[in-house]
């Protein structure tokens, strides 16, 4: 079975631009939740998915939004982007919110 | 809100000796608590859990241990391998969203 696939790995941008990063879970999973992951501060929630819904919402500001398709790949956005914003973003995919959390790679974003 | 503080923030250990990582949480309505392995360049990967029905959990060479009532909970990793070395982030559930720890980062002596 595949795992979740983050796209793309990295990515390097300037300050005021956007940028979207794509996840896909593993098969069957209906639950994708993002994360971003800074040196020393762990893991933070940002919102999860759910059949095309959005279920839960971390403390970010609404530049950062997400999207679900019916197949359940996932999208997150990022509009005027700031130097903060640099970071691993982090997908992970369950069967279902009290289900373990699988998670792909990252990306790496960079903001110049 | 849910916080989780974590501590230590690096471990070192000698192979073969034990390593234990604790972690406390503020709200008592917390229910589960897992834990997650994160070598360089991956995702963190989920090595073992407890939930707040259970006060000990062991899977060979590693163990969590909860104590709701001073609301902390501790991983213990055995007879330590290099295998081991990464770092290691509690969470704790709270109306199914995870709060995280600011992770451990275990260095295993040969």
């Known amino acids: 079975k595949a795992g979740v696939t983050q796209t793309p790995r990295y990515l390097i941008k300037t300050r005021g631009q956007q940028v979207t990063l794509s996840c896909s879970p593993i098969s069957g999973h209906r639950s994708v939740s993002w994360y971003q992951q800074t040196p020393g501060q762990g893991l933070q929630f940002l919102f999860e998915?759910?059949?095309?819904?959005?279920?839960n919402k971390g403390n970010f500001p609404g530049r950062f939004s997400g999207r679900q398709f019916s197949n359940s790949r996932s999208e997150m956005n990022v509009s005027t982007l700031e130097l903060g914003d640099s970071a691993l973003y982090l997908c992970?995919?369950?069967?279902?919110?009290?289900?373990?959390?699988?998670f792909g790679p990252g990306t790496r974003l960079t903001v110049l | 809100g849910e916080n989780v503080e974590q501590h230590p923030s690096t471990l070192s250990v000698q192979e073969g000796d034990s390593a234990v990582i604790k972690c406390t949480y503020s709200d008592s309505a917390s229910n589960y608590f897992p834990w997650y392995k994160q070598e360089l360049g991956k995702g963190p990967q989920l090595i073992i859990d407890?939930?707040?029905n259970v006060g000990e959990k062991k899977d060979q060479r590693i163990a969590v241990t909860l104590n709701k009532t001073a609301k902390h909970f501790s991983l213990h990793i055995t007879e330590t391998q290099p295998e081991d070395s990464a770092v290691y982030f509690c969470a704790a559930s709270i109306d199914y969203q995870l709060i995280w720890g600011a992770g451990t980062k275990l260095i295993i002596k040969p």
């Open positions: 407890i939930r707040s």
């Open positions: 998915y759910f059949s095309e819904t959005q279920r």
């Open positions: 992970a995919s369950s069967l279902d919110r009290y289900n373990e959390q699988f």
